[in-house]
C-alpha cells in the first residue's frame, strides 16, 4: 500500500470515528409507566421523556387509548396552565404501548412500534451527526461536531408555528390542522404559502388569503416566518409578525399581528380544528392563566381581518350566519330557526328531471370572497353549469358583476345587505 494512499485510508477512518454519536449521548426510551398528572390539550395523557429545554419537553401523549404520538408539549410544571403540543413526529400514525424512541451511534433517531415497525425517523444515519438538543426556542435538532444542524423539528411543522419557526419554498410550506380534538390525523384546513401570498384553505376552496402582502413584494415567496421582538428600546411591549421573504431579493415585508405588552418570544400560531388561525402566548411569570390568545384572525370584533362568518363550518353542515351569530337555516319553505341539525336535503340523483333549486336572496358563500368565480355570464348560464355537474350542490350569483360560483359545499352562507348576491341550493323533487 502506498503511503498516500494509507494516509487517506487513515484520515477517512479518523472522519469516520468522529463522526459517531458517543455511547454516552445515545438512548432509548420505552413508551411504558405511569402517566403525567399535569392538564395537557386535547384532554390527553402523557408521559415524559428526559430531552427538556424550558418550558419545552418531549413526550409521548395519546388521546385515545393505546394510540401515542411523540410530541414536544410547552409550559412549565409550575404554572397551573394547561400544557400545549407544539410539535408532532409521527402524527397520524400512532404507536403502542412499549414502542421505542431510539438514538444509535449512527445519528439517526428512531420511533418504533412494539412491533419494530417504523413509524417515524429522522433519516441521518451516518451524515454525521454526533449528538441531540432541544434549543430553549423548541428547536429539536440533531448537529455535527461543528454545531451545523443536520436535522431540525422546525423544519417539520405540523398545525403551529413557534417563533423563529417558517413555512418554506424549499421544504414545508403549509400548516394543516388536525382533524379533531380526538384525532391528530390531518384535518380539512391548511395554511398554505404560495409564490405570492398566503393562503387558507378549506379542502381546496381558498376562505382567506393576504391580499394586502402580495402586492407590496416583487417577487416569489422564500420563506415566511413567525417572530416576536420588542416594539423598541425600552421593551414594554412586542411585535408578533409575520415576516415574508422574498426568494434572491433584499425585499422583505412584516405583518404586525399583535401586540402584547409584555415579552411575548414563547407564542406560537396555531391553524385550529375549526380554520382559525390564533396566536398564543405563554408568560412564564405568571402561575395561573399563563397562556393568552393574542390574536385571532376571524373574530366577532374584528376590524381589519375577518368576523367568524367567513369560517366555512361556523354554521355547521349549513346555515345563514350574520354578525357572527348562526341565525337561519335556509330551506326550500323558507328561512327557519338555525340548529346544528340544518343542513340541505340530499339530491341522490343526476337526472335533472329530479331535482330543483330553491332561491335565498341576500347571501354570499365563503369562497365568493377570495375566489374570482367565473364569467361574466348570466345567471340562467350560471344555474346550467351546476345542473350538468353532479358534484355540485348549488351556485351562488352576484348581479351587479355577472359572476357566478358552483358550489360543492355549502356550509356557512353570509347574510349580505345587497339582494343581489343570490344562492341557488339544489334539492330533490320528492
Known amino acids: 500500500m502506498s503511503p498516500l494512499l494509507f494516509l487517506f485510508l487513515f484520515s477517512l477512518s479518523c472522519f469516520s470515528a468522529k463522526a459517531t454519536v458517543p455511547q454516552s449521548a445515545t438512548f432509548k426510551f420505552v413508551n411504558e409507566g405511569e402517566f403525567g398528572p399535569y392538564i395537557v390539550e386535547y384532554d390527553g395523557n402523557y408521559r415524559v421523556l428526559s430531552i427538556f429545554s424550558s418550558p419545552f419537553q418531549l413526550c409521548f401523549y395519546n388521546t385515545t387509548p393505546n394510540a401515542f404520538t411523540l410530541a414536544l408539549r410547552m409550559a412549565t410544571r409550575r404554572s397551573e396552565s394547561l400544557f400545549r403540543w407544539v410539535w408532532e413526529a409521527n402524527r397520524g400514525n400512532p404507536v403502542h404501548e412499549?414502542?421505542?424512541?431510539?438514538?444509535?451511534?449512527?445519528?439517526?433517531?428512531?420511533?418504533?412500534?412494539?412491533?419494530?415497525?417504523?413509524?417515524?425517523?429522522?433519516?441521518?444515519?451516518?451524515?454525521?451527526?454526533?449528538?441531540?438538543?432541544?434549543?430553549?426556542?423548541?428547536?429539536?435538532?440533531?448537529?455535527?461536531?461543528?454545531?451545523?444542524?443536520?436535522?431540525?423539528?422546525?423544519?417539520?411543522?405540523?398545525?403551529?408555528?413557534?417563533?423563529?419557526?417558517?413555512?418554506?419554498?424549499?421544504?414545508?410550506?403549509?400548516?394543516?390542522?388536525?382533524?379533531?380534538?380526538?384525532?391528530?390525523?390531518?384535518?380539512?384546513?391548511?395554511?398554505?404559502?404560495?409564490?405570492?401570498?398566503?393562503?387558507?384553505?378549506?379542502?381546496?376552496?381558498?376562505?382567506?388569503?393576504?391580499?394586502?402582502?402580495?402586492?407590496?413584494?416583487?417577487?416569489?415567496?422564500?420563506?415566511?416566518?413567525?417572530?416576536?421582538?420588542?416594539?423598541?428600546?425600552?421593551?414594554?411591549?412586542y411585535e408578533i409578525n409575520l415576516d415574508f421573504k422574498v426568494a434572491n431579493s433584499?425585499?422583505?415585508?412584516?405583518?404586525?399581528?399583535?401586540?402584547?405588552?409584555?415579552?411575548?418570544?414563547?407564542?406560537?400560531?396555531?391553524?385550529?380544528?375549526?380554520?382559525?388561525?390564533?396566536?398564543?402566548?405563554?408568560?412564564?411569570?405568571?402561575?395561573?392563566?399563563?397562556?393568552?390568545?393574542?390574536?385571532?384572525?376571524?373574530?366577532?370584533?374584528?376590524?381589519?381581518?375577518?368576523?367568524?362568518?367567513?369560517?366555512?363550518?361556523?354554521?355547521?353542515?349549513?346555515?345563514?350566519?350574520?354578525?357572527?351569530?348562526?341565525?337561519?337555516?335556509?330551506?326550500?319553505?323558507?328561512?327557519?330557526?338555525?340548529?346544528?341539525?340544518?343542513?340541505?336535503?340530499?339530491?341522490?340523483?343526476?337526472?335533472?328531471?329530479?331535482?330543483?333549486?330553491?332561491?335565498?336572496e341576500g347571501v354570499d358563500h365563503y369562497m365568493s370572497k377570495y375566489n374570482e368565480g367565473q364569467g361574466p355570464m348570466k345567471e340562467g348560464d350560471c344555474g346550467k353549469k351546476c345542473t350538468l355537474d353532479c358534484k355540485c350542490l348549488g351556485y351562488f350569483y352576484h348581479r351587479e358583476t355577472s359572476k357566478c360560483w358552483i358550489a360543492y359545499d355549502l356550509k356557512t352562507l353570509t347574510k349580505f345587505s345587497n339582494s343581489t348576491h343570490v344562492g341557488y341550493i339544489k334539492t330533490p323533487n320528492k
Open 98 to 237: 412499549n414502542a421505542t424512541l431510539t438514538f444509535g451511534t449512527d445519528g439517526n433517531l428512531v420511533l418504533a412500534d412494539v412491533d419494530g415497525r417504523i413509524a417515524w425517523q429522522t433519516n441521518t444515519a451516518n451524515k454525521g451527526v454526533v449528538g441531540l438538543k432541544l434549543l430553549p426556542n423548541g428547536n429539536m435538532v440533531l448537529h455535527d461536531s461543528k454545531g451545523n444542524f443536520i436535522w431540525q423539528s422546525f423544519d417539520y411543522p405540523t398545525d403551529t408555528l413557534l417563533v423563529g419557526q417558517s413555512l418554506k419554498a424549499r421544504g414545508v410550506n403549509k400548516l394543516v390542522s388536525r382533524a379533531s380534538e380526538m384525532n391528530n390525523s390531518d384535518g380539512l384546513y391548511s395554511l398554505v404559502m404560495e409564490p405570492k401570498r398566503l393562503a387558507m384553505y378549506y379542502k381546496n376552496i381558498v376562505y382567506f388569503s393576504s391580499s394586502q402582502v402580495q402586492s407590496e413584494l416583487d417577487g416569489p415567496l422564500e420563506s415566511v416566518t413567525l417572530s416576536a421582538a420588542p416594539e423598541n428600546d425600552q421593551d414594554y411591549a
Open 250 to 360: 433584499t425585499n422583505s415585508r412584516g405583518l404586525i399581528l399583535t401586540r402584547p405588552k409584555y415579552n411575548s418570544t414563547l407564542s406560537i400560531l396555531r391553524l385550529g380544528i375549526d380554520g382559525n388561525l390564533k396566536v398564543f402566548t405563554y408568560y412564564d411569570p405568571v402561575d395561573y392563566r399563563a397562556w393568552e390568545v393574542t390574536f385571532t384572525l376571524f373574530h366577532r370584533e374584528n376590524q381589519i381581518y375577518e368576523t367568524e362568518c367567513q369560517l366555512p363550518e361556523r354554521c355547521g353542515k349549513f346555515g345563514v350566519c350574520e354578525d357572527n351569530q348562526c341565525v337561519a337555516c335556509p330551506l326550500p319553505n323558507g328561512l327557519l330557526g338555525w340548529s346544528k341539525e340544518c343542513e340541505p336535503k340530499k339530491v341522490t340523483s343526476c337526472a335533472p328531471k329530479d331535482f330543483g333549486y330553491y332561491k335565498v
